[in-house]
Structure formats: C-alpha cells, structure tokens
C-alpha cells in the first residue's frame, strides 16, 4: 500500500537558518502530495500542496517541489524564525487507498532565537 | 464555508469510566472522516476512518469504538478508559474526491487518571 518515510526528528536550528525535512513516499498512480503543520496544542493545517510531477507548492516561505522521479517532495525553507517552531507531516491523500489518509512520522521543528 | 468542531477540548476523566468524542462538519456533504490519536512528542496514529454512515474502519484493535450516525458527525467511545488511552485525539474530514486534502479539528487532550 502507500506509505510515506520523512525524516527522524527533533530538528534544532537557529534563526535565519536553511530548513529541509525529507519527505519520500510510496505510492500507486499520481496523487496529489502535502505538507501539514501543528503548532503546539493545535490541530493540524494544510502548509502547502502539490498535485502533479514537477508542481512546486508553496506557502509562508516554505516550498516544496513534487519529485516523480525519486519519488521524494522535500519540505524547504531559506530563512526559519522562531515562530515556524512546530511538528511538520508530510501525507498522501487517501487515493487508491479506499478512504485512508497516510502521514509521515512527524518532524518537530525548534528554531532558537 | 466547510468548518469542524470537535469537543471537548481537554478532559481528564478516571480508569474504567467510558468515554464519547465527538466531532461534525459543517458546510460540506459525505465527506470521509477520521480520529487519529498523538501520544506525547509522538506521531499521528490512525485510529478509525469512515467514507459514509455506519461504514467504519478500525486500524487498531483496542478498547475504542467509532460510530458515524449521521453523514457528518463522528464519535468515539470507550465503555472502559485505561490508562494508556491518555493522548491527544484529533478528528478530520477530506472531501469525497479522494485527491484532496483534509482539514483538521481543534483536538481533544484526554488524561486518564
């Protein structure tokens, strides 16, 4: 079935710093690809989204691009402050998949000032 | 617009008392719905999922039970609470089309104490 692997947390970086989180899935046909955010004690919330091969979604300064290839869709931003301090999912939809939304392990993000 | 309500926000409830969660959209039709489950500092775990009423999936077999009497709401139950079911509980609902995202409630913090 579809899975998707992202990159083991805790993630620590310091202001202004490059972000990625790793993101690579298994998947049967084309689904469309997703980032989520949850800020402490919250829900999550759609980050970003991208819903074909070489689509790059983007939102808040955060992009990530939609790799058929190496099947991957890697979560980047250029500059983090201390307010994208969260835990990041990567998912799939629930396609081809009778109904089952699939996440990622979770990254937790802490950006220190 | 589509909007879900899920309450209570925090409960703290003693072993072997039951327990009912509950959850319902607003604004859309047979959407599927979901309750995931985070224990802390941990990812999210799929408890149970819906893609119309009375049909349920179970992901993993434990002492909680999810029913969907209406098309849009949602409820989870526990006749007996352990300890272990202590988390966070989350529910979610994406659209009838299966490539599209999903949109999350506020979440529950349940301690069994």
């Known amino acids: 079935g579809n899975s998707v692997t992202q990159m083991e947390g805790p993630v620590t970086l310091s202001e202004e710093a490059f972000l990625t989180i790793n993101c690579t899935y298994t998947?049967?046909?084309?689904?469309?690809l997703f980032w989520y955010v949850q800020y402490p004690g919250e829900g999550l919330q759609l980050l970003l989204k991208?819903?074909?091969?070489?689509d790059k979604g983007s939102n808040k300064g955060f992009e990530a691009t939609y790799r058929k290839e190496t099947t991957s869709f890697h979560l980047e931003k250029g500059s983090v402050q201390v307010s994208d301090s969260a835990v990041y999912f990567c998912?799939?939809?629930?396609?081809?998949?009778?109904?089952?939304?699939?996440f990622g392990q979770g990254t937790e993000l802490s950006v220190k000032p | 617009s589509q909007t879900i309500h899920q309450w209570p926000a925090t409960l703290v409830q003693p072993v072997g008392s039951p327990l009912s969660l509950e959850c319902t959209v607003e604004?859309?039709?047979?959407?599927?719905l979901y309750w995931y489950r985070q224990a802390a500092g941990r990812g999210l775990q799929l408890l149970f999922y819906?893609?119309?009423?009375?049909?349920i999936s179970s992901e993993v077999p434990q002492n909680l039970s999810a029913s969907r009497p209406q098309d849009r709401q949602f409820i989870l139950s526990s006749k007996k609470l352990l300890l272990s079911d202590s988390g966070f509980y989350l529910c979610?609902?994406?659209?009838?089309?299966?490539?599209?995202?999903?949109?999350f409630g506020q979440g529950t913090r349940l301690t069994v104490v």
């Open positions: 979610a609902w994406s659209g009838l089309h299966m490539n599209t995202e999903a949109f």
């Open positions: 991208a819903t074909k091969a070489d």
């Open positions: 998947a049967t046909g084309y689904p469309s």
């Open positions: 604004g859309t039709s047979n959407p599927n």
């Open positions: 819906s893609v119309g009423i009375g049909q």
């Open positions: 998912a799939l939809p629930p396609y081809n998949q009778g109904g089952k939304l699939i």
